[in-house]
């Protein structure tokens, strides 16, 4: 890719030779010219177009619920910030026992917050889609904070998108997963994978969990999404062995990668420190 002082010598250059050819070569010539300019504006777009679908992945591990709502906030209010080069970014980590309730608190009132933090877990009100689920150890939480204009602006197109990007994931394994009228992932009657989103003009917040070994007596205490008369399942039940996040993971991000038509790099140690930094003094102020 040329800068704007090569281009112009190499014009001029041009030019220059263009004087001394017949007319016939002259047509030849400039068309020739025309093609390796264009190319070279194609090349510049593809570049451009390429790094904005660059998705940065930030592996926490395990992290409190409460935290990793303020990290959302945090990395999508990134986006407005231009120095940011690489605003895309997808947190994967895992809760400790929590439930969470999304928009839609149907059924559930102060008694039922009470009870069911009596079980030893957390219990949270977001502002993500959907009703109440469980979120804990052995599941895999994955938050995209994404600039869907970068992709396809569009909520529902970007629901299809997850869902597709776990059945492919669920194939990895050798498991027919699919959807259903009901948002999620599920094989058979039971839910695998959990979605609740959350977009403020294309930017998204909250995101997926995935059953890997997640201890499912926890969704006894619920009715999962509240869906009544249907089940939850994980990839180690569906299975009959084991199956780590760790083991998933890598799975996952090359079939995000792969849906979403993207490249995904992990994020630079040095942004997660400013990023930590930053929470931490916000969280010293309040």
Same mark, same amino acid.
């Given at each position: 890719m040329?800068?704007?002082?090569?281009?112009?010598w190499v014009?001029?250059?041009?030019?220059l030779?263009?004087?001394?050819?017949?007319?016939? /070569?002259?047509?030849?010539?400039?068309s020739?010219?025309?093609?390796f300019?264009?190319c070279?504006s194609q090349? %510049?777009?593809?570049?451009?177009s390429? #790094?904005?679908?660059l998705?940065k992945?930030?592996?926490?591990?395990?992290?409190?619920?409460a935290?990793?709502l303020?990290?959302?906030?945090?990395v +999508? %209010?990134?986006?407005n910030d231009s /120095?940011?080069?690489?605003k895309?970014t997808?947190?994967c980590?895992?809760?400790?026992?929590v439930?969470?309730? $999304?928009?839609r608190?149907?059924q559930?009132?102060? &008694?039922?917050e009470?009870?069911?933090?009596?079980? $030893?877990?957390?219990?949270?009100?977001?502002?993500?889609?959907?009703?109440?689920?469980?979120?804990?150890? $052995?599941?895999?939480v994955?938050?995209p904070?994404?600039?869907?204009?970068?992709?396809?602006?569009?909520?529902?197109?970007?629901?299809? !998108?997850?869902e597709?990007?776990i059945?492919?994931?669920?194939?990895?394994?050798?498991?027919?997963?699919?959807? +259903?009228p009901?948002t999620?992932?599920?094989?058979?009657? &039971?839910?695998?994978?959990?979605? $609740?989103?959350?977009? +403020?003009? #294309?930017?998204?917040?909250?995101?997926?969990?995935?059953?890997?070994?997640?201890d499912?007596?926890w969704?006894d205490?619920?009715?999962?999404?509240?869906?009544?008369?249907?089940?939850?399942?994980?990839?180690? &039940?569906e299975?009959? !062995?084991n199956?780590?996040?760790?083991?998933v993971?890598?799975?996952?991000i090359e079939? #995000?990668?792969?849906t979403f038509?993207c490249?995904?790099?992990e994020?630079?140690?040095?942004?997660v420190?400013?990023?930590? !930094?930053?929470l931490d003094?916000q969280?010293?102020s309040?």
């Amino acid at each position: 890719m040329f800068s704007f002082c090569c281009r112009t010598w190499v014009i001029l250059a041009c030019l220059l030779y263009a004087t001394r050819l017949t007319r016939s /070569k002259k047509v030849k010539f400039v068309s020739v010219l025309t093609k390796f300019f264009y190319c070279q504006s194609q090349s %510049s777009c593809d570049m451009a177009s390429n #790094f904005e679908k660059l998705v940065k992945t930030w592996k926490l591990g395990k992290i409190d619920y409460a935290r990793a709502l303020r990290l959302q906030e945090h990395v +999508s %209010s990134l986006h407005n910030d231009s /120095k940011n080069h690489v605003k895309n970014t997808l947190l994967c980590l895992e809760h400790y026992p929590v439930y969470t309730i $999304g928009l839609r608190t149907k059924q559930y009132d102060l &008694n039922e917050e009470v009870k069911l933090r009596n079980t $030893g877990a957390d219990f949270h009100k977001t502002n993500r889609g959907g009703l109440i689920t469980f979120h804990g150890p $052995g599941q895999l939480v994955v938050y995209p904070i994404l600039n869907l204009k970068h992709f396809t602006p569009s909520m529902r197109w970007y629901v299809c !998108q997850i869902e597709k990007t776990i059945i492919r994931l669920c194939e990895k394994f050798g498991l027919k997963a699919e959807t +259903s009228p009901d948002t999620g992932v599920w094989i058979g009657n &039971n839910k695998i994978c959990a979605i $609740g989103i959350h977009g +403020s003009r #294309f930017i998204t917040t909250h995101g997926l969990a995935l059953n890997c070994n997640t201890d499912l007596t926890w969704f006894d205490n619920i009715v999962p999404c509240g869906l009544i008369g249907k089940g939850v399942t994980s990839l180690s &039940n569906e299975l009959k !062995q084991n199956v780590s996040i760790e083991e998933v993971l890598p799975k996952f991000i090359e079939s #995000f990668c792969e849906t979403f038509e993207c490249d995904c790099t992990e994020i630079d140690r040095a942004e997660v420190d400013r990023i930590n !930094q930053s929470l931490d003094v916000q969280t010293d102020s309040d």
